[in-house]
C-alpha cells in the first residue's frame, strides 16, 4: 500500500481526519477557510454533529499526515488510515 503526505484537520468529537482541499467531503462534512490579515482560520463542520457547530482551527494547528490510498480517494479518514508525522 502506498502513501501520500497531505495536511489533514482532525474532528475533536469523532476524531476523523480531513485532509486539506477535498471539501466538500462526500460524508457530509465540509471546510471553510478565511484568512485575517495574516491569521489563516479554518472551520470544520464534521458529519458527526446533529447540529451544524464547527470546530475551529488556525493555520499553525493544521498537522502534516501520511495519508492511505483509500483515505485520499475519499478525503477523510480513521485516525489508522490518516497519520501523524
Known amino acids: 500500500m502506498s502513501y501520500r ?3 489533514c484537520i482532525s474532528c475533536p468529537h469523532c476524531r476523523t481526519r480531513y485532509l486539506m482541499g ?3 467531503y462526500a460524508n457530509g462534512a ?3 477557510s478565511s484568512s485575517v490579515g495574516l491569521i489563516e482560520e479554518y472551520a470544520l463542520y464534521c458529519a458527526c ?8 482551527w488556525t493555520g ?3 498537522k502534516t499526515c501520511e495519508v492511505s490510498d483509500s483515505a485520499y ?11 501523524l508525522l
Open 5 to 7: 503526505i497531505r495536511h
Open 49 to 56: 454533529k446533529q447540529l451544524p457547530v464547527p470546530s475551529r
Open 22 to 24: 477535498f471539501s466538500p
Open 73 to 83: 480517494r475519499r478525503g477523510y479518514g480513521s485516525p489508522e488510515e490518516v497519520m
Open 60 to 62: 499553525d494547528e493544521v
Open 30 to 32: 465540509y471546510l471553510l
